[in-house]
């Protein structure tokens, strides 16, 4: 009698509802102005930095890069844009050099952040940045090595979920006219 071949034990991870992708881009405004146009996705909300504390890149203290951003909604997905105009070293540039572009990361709001975050670390990602974000932990596991992109994992929050309610609505009732909007 033949033993059927053992299939390799992957990791269980518990979330897999991911609700964000972003790319790193050059210019954030022809980024902006080339999705709006090309999908109809908007309008995007633009951030002049990340105010982000108490970060630590690859295990050392370090400040947030300076980036600009702007998301929008396309349905319930969440379409990050990133763009860093200088080459301090962080998440973003451990991933594109300056003046390079591609898809950076997937995102995934956590159900317990802690135990989510440890079971990428325990499947063999390192933790290339984590800090908070307003009132709550984010963090990049570096999944570039098997999947080619980092994975955000965000800590849920009321403001977070305000925040994001408000952009999901201003895409359900966008008109196409302007497709940058602030907060």
């Not at 690859?58 to 980036?67: M, S």
């Not at 997905?77 to 003046?99: A, H």
């Not at 009321?158 to 359900?172: H, I």
């Amino acid at each position: 009698m033949t033993t059927p071949p053992t299939t390799p034990t992957v990791p269980l991870f518990p979330n897999r509802n991911f609700m964000q992708v972003c790319w790193v881009v050059s210019d954030l405004r022809v980024a902006i102005e080339s999705w709006s146009r090309s999908t109809g996705v908007g309008p995007f909300f633009w951030f002049d930095g990340v105010d982000c504390v108490d970060g630590r890149h690859r295990g050392r203290p370090a400040q947030f890069p300076a980036v600009t951003a702007a998301i929008a909604y396309a349905g319930d997905l969440q379409i990050e844009l990133v763009s860093q105009d200088n080459d301090q070293p962080g998440v973003f540039r451990d991933v594109f050099g300056k003046g390079q572009s591609g898809l950076h990361h997937m995102a995934l709001i956590c159900t317990d952040y802690e135990s989510e975050r440890d079971a990428y670390i325990d499947g063999g990602a390192e933790l290339a940045f984590e800090g908070r974000i307003g009132n709550s932990r984010t963090c990049w596991v570096d999944t570039t090595p098997t999947l080619g992109f980092m994975v955000e994992l965000l800590e849920p929050s009321p403001v977070r979920e305000k925040g994001f309610a408000a952009m999901r609505a201003a895409a359900q009732s966008w008109d196409g006219a302007d497709p940058i909007a602030r907060f």
